[in-house]
């Protein structure tokens, strides 16, 4: 059921009939796991989720990724398992041909770019939609298999916020943002992001809030543990910002390359800002001090380049499925040394490759 909406006339009627099919086959008696990502569009979309969930009587439990982690990982499959699950709901976080976990009802709930379509599982996917919704605008539209949600909405505008989806001309957004406003919004998305950017990458401050703010102020004017723990992950963000944004491109043809290394996830926004001053280049950052043994890099460009494609074109052998994915303009990856160091010298970079 991949692009379940790219064919369907009422998209929002469409996703609340995938969470329907899902919920109608699940046992109310165990919960329902709600698989998200920790970034502001899939913290958001599992808040949702959850919350509209919980009130229409189920047991609902959010399990954000750590770092590093896919969806099919071992230890996260052994996560969901310990919950005993009826059905699970995974958000934000790719399209696959392998299911998650097999022999439970699951729905997929994404708008990246799919690499194959789960067997056993419903698909929910904005892929193809224009413009593209983010997974929380789909999460929120499946919601409404569950009644109301309206007052959720300010959460599926974080989702869009996050994903750069402001300029798409969402009316859910201009909506959100009359009724909470679009600074508050956008402050909110900000403080949001900030954990899992960090060394420690710990997104549960951030979806604690989500679960129970009533809008984006109880985050941006909060007092308690985790809104000061927000404030405090910004300003570390901030600083590994301010170093890694120092060091100069090298470039080789059409990719300009910034290595550098950071225990926090800075290498997204350090692709997207040399993207706005190197415009004829394919943008890499590289970050090799994110995780022990590894390289982790975000691709970004202004050239209309399909960064999947180019990827795929100088893909090691060794790369898993970590390497690839997401969308045609925003994508990355994360490589072993040994294969990071075959990809560098593919790329015509030798001079970037790193010590094992």
Not at 96 to 120: F, S
Not at 319 to 333: E, I, L, M, P, S
Not at 335 to 354: C, E, H, K, Y
Request: proline share 6%; charged share 20%.
């Amino acid at each position: 059921m991949i692009g379940v909406l790219a064919t369907a006339h009422q998209p929002q009627v469409a996703a609340a009939e995938a969470l329907n099919d899902v919920l109608r086959q699940a046992d109310r008696a165990r919960p329902v796991a709600v698989l998200c990502h920790f970034d502001a569009d899939g913290l958001a979309a599992g808040a949702i989720l959850v919350r509209a969930l919980s009130r229409a009587g189920w047991s609902a439990t959010p399990l954000p990724i750590g770092k590093g982690e896919t969806a099919w990982d071992e230890a996260v499959r052994r996560r969901i398992l310990a919950l005993a699950p009826s059905a699970l709901i995974v958000a934000d976080l790719g399209t696959r041909a392998e299911p998650v976990l097999e022999g439970v009802q699951t729905l997929v709930v994404d708008h990246h770019t799919p690499t194959g379509e789960p067997a056993g599982a419903v698909t929910l996917s904005g892929h193809g939609l224009e413009p593209e919704p983010t997974t929380a605008l789909l999460a929120w539209w499946a919601a409404g298999a569950l009644g109301d949600q309206a007052d959720l909405l300010w959460l599926a505008a974080v989702g869009l916020i996050g994903d750069m989806a402001e300029e798409r001309g969402f009316p859910e957004l201009a909506e959100a943002q009359a009724r909470w406003g679009k600074t508050a919004l956008r402050d909110a998305v900000s403080l949001i992001n900030a954990p899992r950017r960090t060394a420690a990458a710990d997104p549960w401050p951030a979806l604690r809030l989500l679960l129970s703010a009533d809008g984006p102020k109880a985050i941006t004017k909060g007092e308690d543990v985790d809104a000061r723990a927000l404030v405090d992950a910004k300003q570390e963000v901030r600083e590994a910002m301010e170093a890694a944004k120092r060091v100069a491109p090298r470039i080789v043809g059409d990719v300009a390359m910034i290595r550098f290394s950071s225990g926090c996830q800075v290498h997204p926004l350090v692709a997207q800002q040399w993207r706005g001053r190197l415009r004829d280049k394919i943008v890499l950052a590289a970050n090799t001090g994110y995780r022990p043994g590894w390289v982790h890099f975000a691709a970004r460009s202004a050239t209309g380049r399909n960064l999947i494609d180019f990827l795929a074109e100088h893909r090691p052998p060794g790369a898993d499925d970590r390497y690839g994915n997401g969308h045609a303009q925003a994508t990355g990856g994360a490589l072993r040394i040994p294969d990071w160091n075959a990809f560098v010298a593919d790329l015509g970079l030798p001079d970037q490759q790193v010590d094992a």
